[in-house]
């Protein structure tokens, strides 16, 4: 008999793991040279001169003319309450990530919810009238996925009630509606620069305001309150970003429009991919808005085989993991579900949505290939 020779074989190689996101990294020695720049000027925080250079640039960047910078989007809106002097009642979104009613309750104020827009996610102008009290002092809508809330009709309603509106903008960097920033909307807007969003510093956030005036009284509450060494005007926290996270954002900011360039091309084939897929759809583009392409939702029909939180663990079991984003609303955390405008009668059509979304992988880095293994699992459900 003959003897069999040696082979090695080499074993299959397994797919690689796809997350819902993936921050976006420059190359790392693009910034070396800003590292060397802080060592040489020992300066790390306290509004150094990366941090200074970054509010302008992006001012500039954005079409604003107001912006202040914060260690991160939650204390950005836990400062904007306070720099408002919001107290009593606010009206706000439960469709959101928990930092939007976290921060009310933060500030001792009581979050109201009301139901949202089928179409868009968003809050629903149309609900938020009817849940107006003699408390009420503000509104805070989300621009859900970086689509815009219906502005006009919610600053309508707070002209004719005195009301203030903050957006939590935190997904919505860059986005324009008839060419002009959408964070130039309400009394502020809230960035995030998480790492997860188009635009990232590490961590980080921004507070948007409309005066010279209100962004000394935010930079005040962001510094503890100091005016100078021995002066102290308000009960202010340490939401300062530092030369680190600045420095790294002025080189993001080179690099941001080939990112969202890119978003936008993966979400032109995820929409080609899926369009015969019986039981998808997805959220249509809006004629007159720029938008940032910060994630893609889809939405789990009736008629599509099997559950949304079925297809979830569909692709989890193929190292896929798309998140149920927003899954469970904040109104069901147990910090929230007793106040009398958490029901489920209350928010029908929020509570119905976050059992059908699922928002499907989208960062630059994501291959064609990836997004046809993405879709081939949906598919064969």
């Not at 302008?56 to 604003?64: Q, V």
Request: charged content about 20%.
């Amino acid at each position: 008999m003959k003897r069999a020779e040696n082979v090695s074989v080499v074993p299959l190689q397994q797919p690689s793991t796809i997350y819902v996101t993936k921050p976006y990294l420059p190359p790392l020695q693009e910034f070396l040279p800003y590292l060397e720049r802080i060592w040489q000027n020992s300066i790390l925080t306290n509004g150094g001169p990366f941090h200074q250079q970054l509010e302008k640039s992006l001012s500039a960047h954005l079409g604003l003319e107001h912006l202040s910078l914060f260690s991160n989007g939650t204390l950005g809106l836990v400062t904007a309450l306070q720099a408002l002097r919001i107290t009593g009642e606010v009206i706000t979104t439960p469709y959101s990530f928990v930092a939007t009613a976290h921060s009310l309750l933060w500030n001792g104020i009581k979050p109201v919810f009301v139901d949202v827009e089928k179409h868009t996610m968003n809050i629903d102008p149309k609900k938020i009238e009817a849940a107006i009290t003699p408390q009420t002092t503000a509104i805070l809508p989300v621009h859900c996925y970086g689509r815009p809330c219906d502005t006009d009709a919610i600053q309508k309603i707070a002209d004719n009630y005195n009301l203030k509106v903050i957006y939590d903008a935190a997904h919505a960097f860059g986005v324009e509606k008839h060419g002009k920033s959408i964070l130039l909307n309400g009394d502020m807007s809230v960035l995030s620069f998480h790492a997860t969003k188009v635009f990232n510093t590490f961590e980080g956030g921004a507070i948007i305001c409309h005066s010279a005036k209100e962004k000394q009284r935010i930079d005040h509450l962001k510094n503890f309150g100091f005016i100078d060494e021995v002066t102290v005007v308000a009960p202010g926290i340490n939401g300062k970003m530092s030369e680190i996270n600045a420095a790294f954002g002025l080189l993001q900011l080179q690099h941001v429009q080939h990112a969202m360039e890119k978003r936008q091309q993966l979400d032109a084939n995820y929409r080609e991919l899926l369009k015969h897929v019986k039981g998808i759809s997805f959220l249509p583009h809006e004629a007159d808005v720029t938008p940032n392409y910060s994630y893609f939702p889809v939405r789990i029909e009736a008629e599509f085989p099997i559950s949304r939180d079925a297809l979830y663990q569909r692709l989890r079991d193929h190292d896929i993991y798309a998140r149920r984003y927003f899954y469970p609303l904040i109104s069901e955390f147990p910090m929230y579900r007793g106040f009398p405008s958490a029901t489920t009668q209350n928010l029908p059509i929020a509570s119905e949505i976050s059992k059908r979304i699922l928002c499907l992988p989208i960062y630059p880095a994501l291959t064609a290939h990836e997004q046809e293994r993405i879709v081939d699992v949906i598919s064969g459900a």
